[in-house]
């Protein structure tokens, strides 16, 4: 497994930028697929992005593309999640995980490693 720490999530404006970051060590990260999800109050956790071993394909959930990036680095072990032109159902406790896989996947099963959670709140 890969142990995974998440950090900067906050309170933002509606239209405003934040970017959250995830530190693994543990496993090679790079044989891991990376994947963000987030998990609003009262609803099921949901994919965000996920990203491929090397960075070169990725996946975002429709209602953030072209408004999140997802890249990450492999010397140091770092993925991370460009959120930018929140809005306020961006709202949600995001985390990162690490897949089993090399490649994206839209499934949490896929993932057997968790980070503990970053808030993110968007105000209107």
């Known amino acids: 497994q890969v142990q995974l720490v998440g950090s900067g999530g906050g309170l933002v404006q509606a239209g405003g930028s934040l970017r959250v970051s995830c530190a693994a060590s543990g496993r090679t990260f790079s044989s891991s697929a990376m994947g963000w999800f987030r998990q609003a109050p009262g609803k099921e956790r949901e994919i965000v992005a996920s990203?491929?071993?090397?960075?070169?394909?990725?996946y975002y959930k429709d209602s953030v593309k072209g408004r999140f990036t997802i890249s990450r680095d492999n010397a140091k072990n770092t993925v991370f999640l460009q959120m930018n032109t929140l809005k306020p159902e961006d709202t949600a406790t995001y985390y990162c995980?690490?897949?089993?896989?090399?490649?994206?996947?839209?499934?949490?099963?896929?993932?057997?490693?968790w980070g503990q959670g970053t808030q993110v709140n968007v105000s209107s």
């Open positions: 995980a690490a897949s089993k896989r090399l490649w994206i996947s839209r499934f949490p099963n896929d993932y057997d490693s």
């Open positions: 990203i491929n071993w090397n960075g070169e394909n990725t």
